[in-house]
């Protein structure tokens, strides 16, 4: 089956305590991207790649980073997290094209206290 | 860069109401649109989308959207809204690149709905 898998689904951690989520998908898609949610924001873009080795900011990604050493992962990484970065998490994958859309994980509630 | 204006924040209705949810963007040249849907704890659902062609595009769950270029919107339609469509709806654009390049899928800021029995 065709998808793109995040974990953990739910995470509660403190300031400062180092955290990554993962995201895979398995469709072979060059395009990926991390989005978080907020209310009364709607999604807004973390960051992107276009492919392997090859990422890029979106609109909102101070206190992040993400690494694509290989097409199927594309994990979001929390260095030191804050408060200001609990949100909703969603990954995304897009294939290439022109005419495509994009298929979402099932997201990451996060919680940093 | 393109943005995409949702109009209504929050739109309560009783069932077997009608339902349009407004879309605006702003990009000069052709978008790719679509409709998303997020029930209350769930991820996102693809509820519709416009690439070409017959501006009229029906979704699943009986939705249906209209794109007007001349206006750059994209509204959602639903004749008759049932207790189960309550939910948060995102409409997104993203520029139609040919051939490779990157894929900026823009949202809206979501327009909640909660239907009343």
């Known amino acids: 089956e065709a998808q793109v898998t995040q974990n953990p689904r739910y995470l509660i951690t403190v300031t400062g305590k180092k955290l990554t989520v993962t995201c895979s998908q398995n469709m072979n898609h060059e395009y990926m991207s991390w989005y978080r949610q907020d209310p009364g924001l709607g999604l807004r873009q973390i960051y992107y790649s276009m492919n392997v080795e090859v990422t890029d900011k979106g609109d909102v990604p101070e206190g992040y980073k993400v690494s694509r050493k290989e097409k199927r992962n594309f994990p979001l990484i929390l260095e030191s997290p804050s408060p200001n970065q609990t949100s909703l998490y969603f990954c995304?994958?897009?294939?290439?094209?022109?005419?495509?859309?994009?298929?979402f994980g099932q997201g990451t509630r996060l919680t940093v206290v | 860069a393109q943005s995409v204006s949702q109009h209504n924040h929050h739109v309560i209705l009783s069932e077997a109401a009608s339902l349009e949810l407004g879309c605006n963007y702003s990009?000069?040249?052709?978008?790719?649109l679509f409709w998303y849907v997020q029930y209350p704890g769930q991820h996102l659902q693809l509820l519709l989308k416009?690439?070409?062609?017959?501006?009229l595009v029906k979704g699943i769950k009986g939705f249906e959207a209209e794109f007007i270029k001349s206006k750059f919107s994209f509204n959602l339609r639903k004749p008759s809204v049932q207790w189960s469509d309550t939910a948060e709806y995102f409409c997104?654009?993203?520029?139609?690149?040919?051939?490779?390049?990157?894929?900026?899928?823009?949202f809206g800021k979501g327009t909640k709905l909660s239907v009343i029995p």
């Open positions: 416009y690439f070409s062609g017959d501006p």
């Open positions: 997104a654009v993203n520029p139609a690149y040919s051939g490779a390049g990157s894929y900026q899928l823009t």
């Open positions: 995304a994958s897009i294939p290439r094209g022109m005419n495509t859309e994009a298929f």
């Open positions: 990009y000069g040249g052709t978008v790719n």
